[in-house]
């Protein structure tokens, strides 16, 4: 059940992260007629199966959590509990909120941007943030709105790395990573700042127990590896990449783009699933 636990929530943060930051990345990233047209990416498309998968997995973890709570199995919940976690806990609010706002755009395949934006906020609610000061509750849904905007950058930039068929294409990855600097600069900042702010809310400066701690450490070296990453695509890849372009020759600089961002969003999913299971454990316990 532990291991289930972890896998819904890495899902979901992961979910709903692409969906919110698909909508972001449509609105910063790309002209108007490219987010309309969805010859870009098939927006209407993904948003839907994003928020259905966030309504099917949001279902799957109050089982979980029902489960866990009432010493039950998965299949046969205790109505009890179901209706205490629901109606009972600020927790319950949050999910009943979310499940609202992913039907919504489940069913108009639009909004994803402000109703992707509450449905990833309120996974603040199932974590540490909510057991302490509104300070910290802040901090951890500015974190996740911050992650939420690089995730869904990282699945649309390596999205549009892998399609290009001709010239224009190309031109228009260049002008997404370019203009991804500056976005990008900021959710770093946010990430660091509110991070800094949430591990002093949960531990109070103290030392956290060793399995919560090592995660904990894991997850700022992974972050490390994407600031590295970043910043090799920023300062070398993208102008070599522009420079084969104009020589008319982009293939192998577009390999080297294409394997960067791979790995980057390889960590990403690395640091999400680190999350997952940290939300899981008592900081100061041993395991």
């Known amino acids: 059940m532990e291991a289930l636990a972890i896998s819904v929530r890495f899902l979901l943060y992961l979910d ?5 930051g698909l909508g972001a990345f449509a609105l910063h990233a790309l002209r108007r007629d490219e987010r309309v047209s969805g010859a870009v990416l098939p927006f209407k498309a993904l948003f839907r199966l994003t928020a259905g998968l966030g309504l099917g997995l949001s279902l799957l973890g ?28 600020s927790g319950g609010t949050a999910w ?11 069913l108009l395949g639009r909004g994803a941007l402000p109703a992707g934006g509450v449905a990833l ?5 199932g974590g540490h943030g909510a057991a302490g000061s509104w300070l910290q509750l802040g901090a951890d849904i500015a974190h996740l709105l911050a992650a939420g905007i690089w995730i869904g950058a990282l699945i649309a930039m390596v999205w549009l790395a892998w399609r290009p068929r001709e010239a224009a294409d190309l031109w228009r990855l260049h002008r997404v990573l370019r203009g991804f600097s500056g976005i990008g600069t900021a959710v770093v ?30 997850k700022v070296a992974l972050f490390g590896l994407m600031l590295g990453l970043a910043a090799a695509n920023r ?18 600089a577009l390999g080297r783009l294409r394997a960067s961002l791979a790995v980057e969003a390889g960590i990403g999913a690395s640091i999400l699933l680190i999350v997952g299971w940290v939300g899981t454990l008592d900081p100061f316990g041993l395991g």
């Open 189 to 218: 900042g946010v990430l660091i700042v509110t991070g800094i702010v949430n591990l002093i809310g949960v531990t109070g400066g103290a030392f956290p127990g060793v399995l919560y701690g090592m995660l904990i450490l894991a």
């Open 121 to 125: 906020a309120s996974l603040a609610w």
């Open 16 to 20: 709903l992260m692409a969906l919110f």
């Open 62 to 89: 109050l089982g979980v959590l029902a489960a866990g709570l009432g010493g039950t199995s998965l299949l046969a919940p205790d109505r009890e509990v179901l209706g205490a976690v629901l109606f009972g806990m």
């Open 96 to 106: 009943l909120v979310r499940v609202a706002v992913l039907a919504m755009v489940l």
């Open 235 to 252: 300062w070398r890849l993208v102008p070599g990449f522009e420079r084969a372009m104009a020589e008319g020759d982009a293939g192998r």
